[in-house]
């Protein structure tokens, strides 16, 4: 029955509209057209829709499509050259086009800095120095400091000047990895700086904007009434996160155990915090509604009232996209109508992805789409499944069938990027979704009457407790073996089958279609296909891989489903470190661990793995000889003696890997030694993980 769709595209025109331009914005991302295939498509659409309003009414009838071809080729190059004109690469003025080793350049910071272990960081932008003129570039680079009292001092709007060499923002380089260059360059970040006291001068003056300064002094007061008010560093570093999106106190165990458990969205800022600001502001202005003279008033301080938040949150892409939302709806409100969700989830998607088409990359960006769209198509139906009578339990059950919808589509996103899934969410959810709401309105309500000690002081006491249970629970229910289902692995072909699955169920569901549920048959059967292709693939696989993790050793040795580690026993006792560099590859390759392997025999100073020998030189004692040993693999690790003279001397032709446990310094010495002889060597931090295939 086609009637029900014609009315939900009626009811959602932007949605029309958001879809080519996604399309034009991938493809912009990754088909490197040419500029002027780009220009020249858009001005034929443009020419075309121009021409088609003065074609005679009857072929206008007759061919309809005709106008709907011309629309959809503009919207799609719209988006594909917004998407290069927001590469700041391509500028002209870009900051890689300008600099070179011998610049003097002023970096001014954008941002208070952050404290890491062992460095503080913030953003800046650059000015080069040229005839005593400082010439602005565009882009934004990282600046890492080291830790010093000199250090801790700077400031938003500090000015710097240096001439120390930038270096590009690469990746680790490790199988299956978080392409951290590619997320860093959507922000418009394309280099870094490490910095030592001494490297630069702080120059007189400084450079803000007065807004960001407002902002930054807001979110610091906000953050000294929480650590004065709310005792323990775990719930104040959640409480930060939960008000002001501000992360840098938050626990890394304890965020884990809420990504685990599928409550990870109660600390990001996004459309749940929105949400109860939108219903705090309703609550606040809601005499006005009822007189005639100020029900105008009421929209406009909700919308400004919610913009004041996004911006006091750091205005990510999720709170902005929960904004522009909440704002369609009300603006709807105020013109008196009564505008469709999934029309103004449309229409925020393609505000957003106008201002920046590079947040349709964004996790978090996706993540929230996909669940509000989710909410928007399921939650009736769902809701619908039981009738339940008692109020308080209506409650519960709206919660769950919340909970439930949302999780449609962002069940396979979430499985893609972080190959796991929360066994548990419906009850953790249950939990952190009411005490993280009546945890924000009380922070809320600590800050409005932090000028009163008393009042303060029991309301932080309160939010310890609460924050205190809700951590409780969490960690408990992570704590479990069965909390959720770990190595899961989805590429992106699978990732879209499994959404053309489940459009094709939903709609044969709501419509009773029977070409759909044959097209829903269809998708799971290749999603299938696909999966039974690449696990015999992975059961035939052969593989050494050295990672780059840095100042470690970290090799894999891979047969078929299984993988025997050999590296640093300290690497084995860091979570953090095992999750970020190796699980990756793991999840990658579908591995999993195993004690011995038929094929590998160890080796004092190495191993043999199907007829490959590999030499591990550290600095272990290892006998000199006059003669040439057979090795296919020497790996130099933990700043070894040897020379790449004698390695090349002792083991022939074998391959030579350095790996990331040796220092910069002896690094940089073999590299010299390398140029002067023309020895041939691969260096993991450099070129990334070394992965060798073994026959």
């Not at 960001?212 to 323990?232: D, F, L, M």
């Amino acid at each position: 029955m086609p009637a029900p769709v014609l009315y939900n595209w009626q009811q959602a025109p932007f949605l029309r509209l958001v879809i080519p331009f996604m399309a034009g914005i991938a493809w912009g991302t990754y088909c490197n057209v040419a500029l002027l295939i780009q220009w020249s498509l858009l001005i034929v659409a443009t020419a075309g829709l121009l021409l088609w309003k003065h074609i005679a009414l009857f072929i206008k009838f007759q061919r309809p499509w005709v106008a709907g071809v011309f629309i959809n080729l503009l919207l799609l190059m719209a988006g594909s050259l917004l998407t290069y004109y927001n590469n700041k690469a391509h500028d002209k003025n870009f900051i890689g086009k300008q600099l070179t080793d011998s610049s003097w350049y002023i970096i001014t910071l954008q941002e208070p800095l952050s404290e890491k272990t062992n460095s503080f960081k913030t953003t800046a932008t650059v000015a080069i120095v040229n005839n005593n003129a400082a010439i602005p570039t565009s882009g934004t680079i990282i600046v890492y400091f080291q830790k010093d009292s000199s250090t801790a001092s700077l400031q938003y709007g500090n000015r710097l000047l240096l001439r120390q060499p930038l270096q590009l923002i690469k990746n680790a380089g490790n199988p299956g990895g978080f392409d951290y260059s590619k997320y860093c360059q959507y922000q418009g970040l394309y280099y870094q700086c490490f910095l030592k006291p001494g490297q630069y001068s702080l120059l007189q003056g400084t450079e803000t904007n007065f807004k960001a300064t407002g902002i930054y002094k807001i979110r610091k007061w906000v953050i000294e009434v929480i650590q004065e008010n709310i005792s323990g560093t775990k719930e104040a570093g959640l409480a930060e996160a939960l008000l002001i999106g501000y992360k840098d106190d938050l626990d890394k165990n304890l965020v884990q155990a809420y990504s685990n458990t599928g409550v990870v969205h109660v600390i990001a800022i996004s459309g749940l915090h929105l949400g109860l600001i939108y219903w705090l502001l309703q609550l606040l202005t809601v005499k006005l509604k009822s007189r005639k003279y100020t029900q105008w008033l009421q929209p406009l301080i909700i919308i400004f009232g919610l913009w004041g938040f996004s911006l006091l949150a750091g205005a990510g892409p999720s709170v902005i996209r929960s904004a522009v939302m909440f704002t369609c709806l009300v603006a709807g409100k105020l013109f008196n109508k009564n505008g469709s969700s999934l029309n103004a989830l449309a229409a925020a998607a393609f505000l957003l992805l106008a201002y920046n088409p590079y947040w349709l990359w964004d996790v978090g960006f996706q993540l929230s789409f996909a669940a509000v769209l989710s909410i928007v198509i399921f939650y009736q139906p769902i809701y619908n499944w039981l009738l339940v009578q008692n109020k308080l339990l209506n409650f519960f059950w709206q919660l769950n069938a919340l909970t439930l919808a949302a999780q449609v589509l962002t069940i396979p996103l979430s499985i893609y990027h972080f190959h796991q899934f929360p066994n548990l969410f419906l009850l953790t959810n249950l939990v952190a979704v009411p005490l993280s709401s009546a945890v924000l309105l009380a922070i809320i309500f600590l800050c409005a009457f932090s000028f009163i000690p008393v009042i303060a002081s029991s309301t932080g006491k309160c939010i310890s407790w609460l924050i205190q249970v809700m951590n409780g629970f969490i960690e408990r229910m992570d704590s479990l073996s069965f909390a959720r289902l770990d190595f899961l692995q989805i590429n992106l072909w699978q990732l879209l089958f499994i959404y053309a699955f489940l459009a094709a169920i939903a709609y044969w569901l709501f419509y009773k279609s029977k070409p759909a549920f044959i097209i829903a048959l269809c998708g799971l059967l290749v999603v299938t296909g696909l999966r039974t292709a690449f696990v015999i693939k992975s059961q035939q696989q052969e593989k050494i891989i050295v990672y780059n993790v840095p100042k470690q050793e970290a090799i894999d040795i891979i047969h078929g489903d299984k993988y025997l580690f050999r590296g640093d026993s300290s690497l084995l006792a860091d979570d953090f470190l095992q999750n970020f560099h190796l699980k990756p590859s793991r999840i990658n390759h579908r591995v999993a661990a195993t004690q011995q392997l038929h094929q590998y025999q160890n080796l004092p100073n190495g191993f043999i793995f199907n007829n490959t020998t590999v030499v591990c030189l550290n600095n272990a004692c290892f006998p000199q000889q006059n003669h040439s040993i057979a090795a296919q693999l020497v790996i130099l690790s933990k700043n070894t003696s040897f020379t790449l003279q004698q390695v090349c001397r002792q083991f022939g032709d074998a391959t030579i890997v350095i790996d990331a446990s040796n220092s910069f310094r002896q690094l940089n010495r073999w590299k010299t030694e390398a140029t002067s002889l023309g020895i041939k060597y691969y260096s993991v931090v450099d070129n990334g993980a070394f992965v060798m295939p073994v026959k």
